[in-house]
């Protein structure tokens, strides 16, 4: 009769585990809130500040920011789903993999938004509600840099793998 195999973790991996949990959701709450707050106090024109353009036409910017940002919170989320469950090597390896790429993400972001504001959405002459609005998305997903943050986890992370199985 076969019995299922349980792996007993150590208090050290439990620790790390936990430690890349924490962080991890910390970078994504600090990357949360920094581009919210630079969105809405972060870009002063005649028009107004960034959370008058953004009250003016909500749909451009939820939409503006989710392309910029999105898809770095999603990879700011990996790590949190890859810390549930039984960590084996092999999940530790990708955990390592999810960390560094989030991490990269938020410099790529970062980027990603700095171009796009100054290519086209905070640079028109007489700008729409819509304009505007981006223009506060693009300005606010620049503070994505914050997301690196999520590279404190990668010494627990990294624990996690010398000591998995």
């Known amino acids: 009769m076969n019995q299922p195999h349980h792996r007993i973790e150590s208090a050290e991996m439990r620790s790390a585990r936990s430690w890349v949990r924490r962080l991890s959701l910390s970078a994504l709450l600090l990357t949360v809130l920094m581009v919210g707050t630079c969105s809405a106090t972060g870009l002063y024109t005649a028009r107004g500040i960034g959370a008058e353009l953004i009250r003016r036409d909500p749909g451009s910017y939820l939409s503006t ?12 989320t990996l790590p949190l789903l890859l810390t549930i469950g039984t960590i084996s090597r092999r999940r530790a390896g990708l955990l390592l993999a999810a960390i560094s790429t989030a991490a990269a993400g938020s410099l790529v972001t970062a980027y990603a938004a700095f171009v796009a504001s100054m290519a086209r959405l905070c640079v028109a002459g007489v700008p729409s509600p819509a304009q505007d609005a981006a223009c506060a998305a693009g300005t606010g997903a620049l503070a994505s840099f914050f997301g690196i943050a999520v590279i404190a986890a990668l010494p627990f992370a990294a624990a996690l793998r010398r000591d998995s199985v």
Do not use: K, S
Not at 66 to 75: E, F, Q, T, V, W
């Open 65 to 76: 920011v989710g392309i910029l940002a999105g898809p770095l919170l999603l990879l700011q």
